[in-house]
């Protein structure tokens, strides 16, 4: 059954339109002025130079753990790759020449266009080496290639962008070439 | 031959001004029109809760500051965007000449109609042959005045019309023709409004219906039907929202305009903000007492006598007059400072990535603006006691001299310009808070409520104008 709105019933002086004319532009203007007088009523940002406040479990573009000697933390288990659902991520694997680890990615790569950031492979990593925290929320390509993004892109951070304070270190420990880092990070001189 | 000609400028200033104001009067209008610009795109902004545009800028390399000037800078960016783009002539055209026409026309017109808006009371002064003569405000002194604008404002819509078919698209037929209709309806509309003020003036003339706001009361006190009326018919004159059907962006493209691109789109819209500034001018003449200062008399006489503040009171008591108006004007300025300096506050908490160049920026503009209003403040306090006395009497109406002259002029000019402003910040803000009416409802509007209440409006007018005669 079709629902029935009614027509609002105007009065004679809503008919007259002028003085309801009248009340808009008292809104207008009291928007106007608001604008005018206080900066931090606009809802807006100016964007590139203000950035939003992205909260840090948003899911924006992906990066590599790093461990304290520079090398990636991956281990190419594929098990990111298989819960991929756009099946985005490709990976090559090799023999790692550490002893105490066994494969390490030759090439890591996503496709971003293909991606649907849905963070499972954030969550399907055994060793935390995939996170998705790095607030890029605009990614900007010439061309399709641009979009497929390699193991030195992901591995292109910085940790002082990212707080100290997180749940697990930045450099995480692993293998035995990396005994001397372990070190440092024990004598507490680098996070 | 230089020498006499020079020397005939020494010997009649006021004639060499009165040949200089005919083409300043249209220039120094035309000047309005990026103000009017960047008032529509700020005011709209603001109303809509965002800052506008406010990225062009132009780089200081020594001081490492981009000036935005507050929008400024697009007049400049869209002048050069429109001057390069590449001129599109449409094979299809009904006629080239007529295509090509079609926008000249109405900005032709709009430059014209300055012309017989008074800008400043009449000058009176000695000609060299010692006879007396008047300066008068307006380039065209007529006593037709303002059936001779409403003629020419009129001829505006023929380049519409010649533009919308000569396009051969039938948007621009469809606007071209609502443009016509809208103008035979809304100027009935128009005259009967302004005849109220004909009537109780009892002249055409601009600088007398002027002159007699200033000695009575404003147009707006003595005849507030036919204000309200002649603003609306005005807005729909000028094809403003809530009368916008001609371009009617969301029906017809762009209306009349469609196919004008480049410089013939500048031309038209350099015609539509032209018009908003003569239709504010209008407005402010006919019922906004044009140069002067207070509707009603006040108690600035001798003894806290009830004064008229007309011409005469405005040339005697110069110097109070312009006190007033620099303090008003140091005011504003300081008012501004104090905005652009919350805005930097504001700026410099957000944590922007430019926050110390934009930071940079603002203080020149709180330095300039600032500084403004402090020479504003001292003037105002400087010429505060200045009570200039005629300096002779010819024929029983007092001269003044070449400086009271120039300073009232100048005084009252800016009285009319702070009004016009005012008009088209009107114009901009009904823009933003009214949607536009359909097309019958428009027609409805003007033959069937804004005709009746002008004939009524005339009606009591005339009898109570016969009464008090």
């Known amino acids: 059954m079709a629902k029935v709105i009614p027509r609002p019933d105007l009065g004679v002086w809503e008919r007259l339109y002028i003085g309801e004319i009248f009340k808009g532009l008292m809104t207008t203007f009291g928007h106007a002025a608001k604008s005018l007088t206080n900066p931090a009523h606009f809802p807006t940002l100016l964007y590139p130079e203000q950035q939003p406040d992205i909260p840090r479990d948003h899911r924006s573009r992906h990066r590599l753990m790093k461990r304290a000697d520079g090398s990636p933390r991956c281990v190419a288990c594929y098990m990111c790759s298989t819960a991929c659902p756009a099946r985005c991520i490709n990976i090559v694997a090799e023999e790692s020449p550490d002893k105490h680890i066994e494969k390490r990615p030759v090439r890591f790569e996503i496709d971003l266009l293909l991606c649907v950031f849905c963070g499972y492979c954030v969550e399907a990593c055994p060793c935390d080496a995939i996170r998705m925290d790095t607030k890029l929320a605009v990614l900007v390509g010439g061309d399709r290639a641009g979009f497929v993004i390699d193991k030195k892109g992901l591995m292109d951070w910085e940790p002082k962008d990212y707080p100290a304070s997180d749940t697990q270190s930045q450099k995480a420990p692993g293998g035995s070439l990396n005994a001397k880092a372990l070190e440092e990070l024990k004598s507490g001189s680098d996070h | ?469």
Not at chain 2, 122 to 149: C, D, E, K, R, V
Request: glycine share 8%.
């Open chain 2, 1 to 469: 031959m230089f020498e006499s000609i020079l020397n005939w400028i020494m010997a009649n200033p006021y004639e060499v001004a009165a040949l200089l104001l005919v083409p300043a009067i249209p220039l120094l209008f035309f000047n309005i029109l990026p103000l009017l610009v960047v008032m529509e795109r700020r005011g709209a902004a603001f109303i809509q809760d965002r800052p506008g545009p406010n990225r062009a800028g132009i780089w200081i390399p020594i001081l490492n500051i981009r000036l935005r000037a507050f929008g400024m800078i697009y007049n400049a960016c869209d002048f050069v965007k429109l001057a390069v783009k590449e001129r599109f002539d449409p094979k299809f055209a009904t006629s080239f000449g007529y295509y090509a026409a079609g926008p000249f026309i109405p900005l032709l017109v709009a430059l014209i109609l300055p012309a017989f808006i008074p800008m400043f009371a009449p000058i009176w002064y000695q000609s060299s042959s010692g006879s007396l003569a008047a300066l008068a405000g307006t380039t065209i002194s007529t006593h037709s005045g303002l059936l001779a604008l409403f003629a020419f404002s009129s001829l505006s819509i023929y380049g519409l019309v010649l533009g919308s078919w000569a396009s051969n698209s039938k948007f621009a037929l469809l606007g071209g023709m609502r443009a016509s209709a809208m103008m035979i309806s809304y100027e009935v509309s128009i005259g009967l409004a302004a005849a109220g003020m004909f009537l109780i003036v009892g002249s055409f003339d601009l600088a007398k219906i002027a002159a007699w706001q200033g000695e009575h009361t404003w147009g707006m006190v003595a005849q507030p039907v036919g204000f309200v009326l002649f603003t609306v018919a005005m807005f729909a004159e000028c094809n403003r929202t809530p009368f916008d059907v001609v371009e009617g962006d969301s029906e017809l493209v762009a209306g009349f305009h469609t196919e004008y691109g480049a410089m013939r789109f500048m031309l038209v819209m350099s015609a539509e903000y032209y018009h908003v500034i003569v239709a504010s001018a209008l407005i402010s003449t006919l019922f906004l007492g044009s140069y002067h200062l207070s509707p009603i008399p006040l108690p600035l006489g001798h003894d806290g006598a009830m004064v008229d503040l007309d011409d005469r009171w405005m040339r005697a008591n110069l110097g109070g007059v312009c006190a007033f108006m620099l303090a008003v004007g140091a005011i504003g300025a300081a008012a501004f400072a104090w905005l652009i300096h919350g805005r930097r506050v504001h700026y410099n908490r957000s944590g922007a990535s430019d926050a110390a160049m934009r930071s940079k920026e603002y203080l020149l503009y709180i330095g300039a603006i600032g500084g403004a209003a402090v020479a504003m403040a001292i003037g105002a306090f400087l010429v505060a006691g200045w009570r200039p006395q005629p300096a002779t009497l010819v024929g029983g109406v007092p001269l003044w001299g070449g400086l009271v002259d120039v300073v009232t002029a100048v005084a009252q000019f800016h009285v009319l310009v702070g009004k016009i402003l005012l008009v088209s910040w009107l114009f901009v803000w009904v823009r933003w808070t009214v949607p536009r009416f359909r097309y019958d409802q428009i027609m409805a509007l003007g033959w069937k409520v804004l005709l009746n209440i002008a004939l009524i409006n005339l009606l009591i007018t005339a009898i109570i104008v016969k009464l008090v005669h």
